[in-house]
C-alpha cells in the first residue's frame, strides 16, 4: 500500500514524466521530420503511449487518494469526505477544478496515443508526424496546467480528518457518473480533427485526404458532445428544481458554442469531399471548434463567470487565455501563408443546389454561434473595460435566435431533397410534396389539441415538414437497400435530422406551454390543477450521515405516491431542494417543495408544473445518438469529383 506522503510523490511525478514525455515527443518528431529520421518519427507513437501511461497513473493515484481519504491533499481535503457515498467519492475528483483537469489530461492523451494506435501503419507519413506535434503540444501544455496552477497533488495543512465532500448538487444524482466524462470526451476529441487540419496547412496537403482520415474521429466527437449536452439538461430539470433543461446559462453556453461549429464543420465537409470547395471554411470551422474548446474551458475555470456549473476560482484563467490567443493567431498566420493552394477548384453552379443548401446552412450555424458568444462574452468584456456588470439574459437569446433556429428546420426540410449542382422546380415540387402534407397534418394536430402563438405553431409546422423529409430518404434508402439502408452518413444522417426535429419542437413546446400552479396544502388536502388532483398525505423525514431529507408525499390522481424534497447538506450547511417527476408521453408532472419546512409542520407549499412533450427531449437524444453510430459505418462509397493528394490524403 503506498503511504500518504506517498501519493502526492507519485502523482506529481507521473504529472511531471508526462510534461517531459510530451517535450521530448515533440522534439524528436520535429527532428525525424527535419531530418528525414524515419526511426525518430516512428517513435512519437512510443511518446505517446507513455504520455497516457504517465496520466493514467496520476489519475488512478488520485482516486485512490480520494477513495481511501488522504487528507494530507489540498484536493481531497476540499472535495472529500468520510460520510461521501462511494458513487460520489469516485466522482468527487472531477467536482472541482484540478481533478477536472486531470482527467481531461487523461482523456487528451488517451486520443493521442489512439491516433498513434489507429496509423500505426504508417507513422513515417509526414503530416501524421506533424498531426502527432501538435496533440503532444495541446497534451504538454494540459500538463503544465496541472503541474502548476492547478496542482491536484499539493500539500494540504496538517491535521485535517475530515473534509466537506463534493458540492450537494454533485451529489444527488447518478448523472455525475456520466454528463461530465461524456462532455469532455466531445470537447477533447476535437483536437484529433484540428491536430490534422494544422499539419495540413503546415504539410501543405491541402486536398480532401486528411478529412477522410479523421472524419469518424470528428464525428464521434460530435456525439459525444451532444449526447453530454443532453445529460446536462436532463441533469438540470431532475437536479435544480426549476423545471427547465437549458437556461443560456454561460457554462451550458460554452459547451454548445464548438456543437455549432462542429456540426456545421460535418455538413460543409460533404461539399469539400464531393466538389473540392469550402476549403477554407472547413479549416476556420474546424479550428474554430476547438479554440472555442479552450474558451469555454476558461469560462468555466477562471472564475469570470457566476454560475452554478462553473468552477471555483482558480489560477489558470490567464494560462487559458494565452494558450486561445495564441492558438487563434497561429491558425490565422498559417490560412493565410498557404491561402494560394486553399482556393477550390469547384464552384457553386446555383443556390438552389445540395451544396448551395449546405453553405446557407453553414452561415446560419455562423450565425447562431455568434449570437450565443456575443451574449455569452459581451457582457464580461464590458465589466473588464468599465467595472461595471451587464447581465444578458434569457430574452436575449430566445428573441436572437428563435429566427435562426426556425429558419433551420425550413433548410432541413429542404436540403435533403436537393440534387448536387442544380435542382429544378418541378424535382422540388415532386419531392417536397409528402413533406409538406405531414408539415400541415402537423400543424393541423397543434391547433386541434388547442396550441397557440406563431413560433410554437410554426415549430410544428416546419418540423413536421423536415420530418418528413427526412423520413422519405430514410424510405427510399429501404426500399433501395433494406435494412442496410438505414446504415451510412446519409441515412444515419437523417436519423440525427428527426433527433433535432424531436428535440426543437419538444422545446419550442415545453417553453410555450408550461403551466405552473402555488399550492399551501394541508394534510389530507386534494386539489386539481390542469386536469390532475393532488393528494397531500404529509411530511416524512429521512437521515442519513450526509444530508438530512425532509419529503412531501403527494398522491398523484390516485395513483403512485411522488415526493418533492428539501435536504440539507449537514457539512456544507446547503438547503438543497429535489423536484419528483411523473413523466408521461404527452407532458410531466414536476413537484417541488417550496419554502422552509420542519418535521412537524402540518402544510406545506407545493408547486405543481405541467411541462409538455418533456420526454420527447430523451427521445430526441436517443435518436441523436442512434445517428452518430449509424453514420459512422460505411454506407455506399461515392468517388469524390475533387482530385485526391498522394500519400495519407490518398487513402479513402
Known amino acids: 500500500m503506498l503511504g500518504a506522503s506517498l501519493n502526492a510523490a507519485v502523482g506529481r511525478g507521473a504529472i511531471l514524466l508526462g510534461l517531459l514525455v510530451c517535450l521530448f515527443g515533440i522534439g524528436i518528431t520535429i527532428a525525424g521530420i527535419r531530418q528525414g529520421n524515419l526511426k525518430a518519427l516512428r517513435s512519437s507513437a512510443y511518446y505517446a503511449y507513455a504520455a497516457f501511461g504517465a496520466a493514467l497513473l496520476a489519475f488512478v493515484i488520485m482516486e485512490r487518494a480520494i477513495i481511501t481519504r488522504d487528507f494530507s491533499l489540498a484536493y481531497v481535503q476540499q472535495v472529500g469526505s468520510r460520510d461521501t457515498p462511494a458513487l460520489y467519492n469516485f466522482a468527487a475528483l472531477w467536482s472541482a477544478l484540478e481533478g477536472s483537469l486531470l482527467m481531461w489530461v487523461l482523456i487528451l492523451t488517451g486520443f493521442t496515443a489512439a491516433v498513434a494506435r489507429k496509423f500505426r501503419s504508417r507513422r513515417d507519413d509526414?503530416?501524421?508526424?506533424?498531426?502527432?506535434?501538435?496533440?503532444?503540444?495541446?497534451?504538454?501544455?494540459?500538463?503544465?496546467?496541472?503541474?502548476?496552477?492547478?496542482?491536484?497533488?499539493?500539500?494540504?495543512?496538517?491535521?485535517?480528518?475530515?473534509?466537506?465532500?463534493p458540492n450537494p448538487l454533485l451529489q444527488n444524482h447518478i448523472l455525475v457518473m456520466f454528463h461530465p466524462p461524456i462532455l469532455y470526451l466531445g470537447y477533447v476529441g476535437f483536437t484529433v480533427p484540428f491536430a490534422f487540419a494544422v499539419a495540413a496547412l503546415i504539410t501543405g496537403r491541402l486536398g480532401e485526404g486528411w478529412l477522410l482520415e479523421t472524419r469518424r474521429w470528428t464525428l464521434y466527437s460530435w456525439g459525444f458532445l451532444t449526447l453530454g449536452i443532453i445529460l446536462g439538461g436532463w441533469w438540470s430539470y431532475e437536479v435544480l428544481g426549476w423545471s427547465g433543461v437549458w437556461a443560456w446559462d454561460p457554462v451550458e453556453n460554452a459547451s454548445f458554442l464548438?456543437?455549432?461549429?462542429?456540426?456545421?464543420?460535418?455538413?460543409?465537409?460533404?461539399?469539400?469531399?464531393?466538389?473540392?470547395?469550402l476549403r477554407v471554411w472547413n479549416l476556420s470551422l474546424v479550428i474554430a471548434t476547438f479554440s472555442l474548446t479552450i474558451l469555454g474551458?476558461?469560462?468555466?475555470?477562471?472564475?469570470?463567470?457566476?454560475?452554478?456549473?462553473?468552477?471555483?476560482?482558480?489560477?489558470?484563467?490567464?494560462?487559458?487565455?494565452?494558450?486561445?490567443?495564441?492558438?487563434?493567431?497561429?491558425?490565422?498566420?498559417?490560412i493565410g501563408w498557404r491561402g494560394d493552394r486553399l482556393r477550390s477548384p469547384g464552384s457553386i453552379d446555383s443556390p438552389i443546389s445540395r451544396e448551395g443548401a449546405f453553405l446557407a446552412n453553414n452561415v446560419l450555424f455562423s450565425l447562431f454561434a455568434f449570437v450565443v458568444l456575443l451574449g455569452t462574452v459581451f457582457p464580461l468584456v464590458v465589466e473588464a473595460l468599465q467595472d461595471r456588470r451587464l447581465v444578458v439574459g434569457q430574452p436575449f437569446f430566445d428573441r436572437m435566435t428563435k429566427p435562426i433556429g426556425l429558419t433551420m428546420l425550413f433548410l432541413m426540410a429542404i436540403a435533403p431533397v436537393l440534387p448536387w449542382r442544380k435542382a429544378s422546380g418541378e424535382i422540388l415540387r415532386d419531392r417536397l410534396f409528402w413533406p409538406a402534407c405531414l408539415g400541415v397534418a402537423a400543424l393541423a394536430y397543434a391547433v386541434i389539441i388547442g396550441n397557440d402563438g406563431w413560433a410554437p405553431l410554426?415549430?410544428?409546422?416546419?418540423?413536421?415538414?423536415?420530418?418528413?423529409?427526412?423520413?422519405?430518404?430514410?424510405?427510399?434508402?429501404?426500399?433501395?437497400?433494406?435494412?442496410?439502408?438505414?446504415?451510412?452518413?446519409?441515412?444515419?444522417?437523417?436519423?440525427?435530422?428527426?433527433?433535432?426535429?424531436?428535440?426543437?419542437?419538444?422545446?419550442?413546446s415545453s417553453g410555450a406551454y408550461t403551466r405552473s400552479q402555488e399550492f399551501v396544502m394541508e394534510v389530507g388536502d386534494t386539489v386539481e390543477f390542469s386536469g390532475h388532483t393532488f393528494t397531500?398525505?404529509?411530511?416524512?423525514?429521512?437521515?442519513?450521515?450526509?444530508?438530512?431529507?425532509?419529503?412531501?408525499?403527494?398522491?398523484?390522481?390516485?395513483?403512485?405516491?411522488?415526493?418533492?424534497?428539501?435536504?440539507?447538506?449537514?457539512?456544507?450547511?446547503?438547503?438543497?431542494?429535489?423536484?419528483?417527476?411523473?413523466?408521461?408521453?404527452?407532458?410531466?408532472?414536476?413537484?417541488?417543495?417550496?419554502?422552509?419546512?420542519?418535521?412537524?409542520?402540518?402544510?406545506?407549499?407545493?408547486?405543481?408544473?405541467?411541462?409538455?412533450?418533456?420526454?420527447?427531449?430523451?427521445?430526441?437524444?436517443?435518436?441523436?445518438?442512434?445517428?452518430?453510430?449509424?453514420?459512422?459505418?460505411?454506407?455506399?462509397?461515392?468517388?469524390?469529383?475533387?482530385?485526391?493528394?498522394?500519400?495519407?490524403?490518398?487513402?479513402?
Open 126 to 165: 509526414v503530416l501524421l508526424g506533424w498531426a502527432m506535434v501538435v496533440m503532444f503540444v495541446v497534451s504538454l501544455f494540459f500538463f503544465l496546467l496541472t503541474f502548476g496552477p492547478a496542482n491536484p497533488f499539493a500539500v494540504g495543512p496538517t491535521g485535517v480528518t475530515d473534509g466537506p465532500g
Open 297 to 334: 474551458t476558461f469560462l468555466t475555470r477562471s472564475g469570470v463567470i457566476n454560475s452554478v456549473h462553473a468552477f471555483s476560482e482558480g489560477q489558470v484563467g490567464p494560462w487559458l487565455l494565452v494558450f486561445f490567443s495564441i492558438i487563434v493567431i497561429a491558425a490565422v498566420l498559417l
Open 536 to 652: 397531500f398525505e404529509g411530511l416524512v423525514l429521512e437521515s442519513d450521515p450526509v444530508k438530512s431529507s425532509l419529503k412531501a408525499q403527494v398522491r398523484i390522481d390516485g395513483g403512485p405516491v411522488y415526493e418533492p424534497a428539501r435536504s440539507k447538506y449537514i457539512k456544507q450547511g446547503m438547503d438543497i431542494g429535489t423536484p419528483s417527476v411523473k413523466t408521461g408521453f404527452r407532458h410531466d408532472l414536476y413537484l417541488t417543495l417550496e419554502g422552509n419546512v420542519r418535521p412537524d409542520d402540518t402544510e406545506a407549499r407545493i408547486k405543481v408544473f405541467v411541462k409538455p412533450l418533456i420526454l420527447w427531449l430523451w427521445i430526441g437524444g436517443g435518436l441523436l445518438g442512434l445517428g452518430t453510430v449509424l453514420s459512422a459505418f460505411p454506407g455506399k462509397r461515392r468517388r469524390p469529383e475533387a482530385p485526391v493528394s498522394e500519400g495519407l490524403e490518398a487513402r479513402v
Open 258 to 277: 464548438p456543437w455549432l461549429t462542429g456540426t456545421a464543420y460535418l455538413h460543409s465537409v460533404l461539399v469539400q469531399e464531393r466538389r473540392g470547395m
Open 458 to 508: 410554426l415549430a410544428f409546422a416546419l418540423g413536421g415538414f423536415a420530418a418528413g423529409s427526412a423520413l422519405r430518404q430514410v424510405a427510399l434508402a429501404t426500399r433501395r437497400q433494406g435494412w442496410r439502408g438505414f446504415v451510412g452518413r446519409a441515412n444515419g444522417g437523417m436519423i440525427v435530422h428527426l433527433g433535432v426535429i424531436v428535440i426543437s419542437v419538444a422545446l419550442a
